[in-house]
């Protein structure tokens, strides 16, 4: 259980990790930018620390793919294709 739980948030983090520069590329408020931009920094760490777990239990760093976490993906890339008039969404959903 707890390597399924470890494998869902690891495929998580990365998803998050591949997103969230592009929506800063699209942000046009300058604070949304840093905000996705400061997000992505944390995440990476996340990432990092996350494959210390892998190791010290003695498994490959591999996610599992969440069906959950595949949707909101979707939803991500669909606001960062409509650009500006997505901002105030993106703003809203990284509240």
Partial sequence: MFLH???DVYYAEKQILKALPKMAKVA???E??????THRDKTDGHVARLG??????GKAP???TCDVLAEETKTDKTLTQLGAPANSAAVAKAA
Avoid: S, T
């Fill in 52 to 57: 210390q777990v892998f190791e010290i239990i």
């Fill in 5 to 7: 739980m470890l494998k």
């Fill in 28 to 30: 046009k408020a300058p």
């Fill in 62 to 64: 591999r996610g599992k």
């Fill in 32 to 37: 949304l930018k840093k905000a996705f931009e």
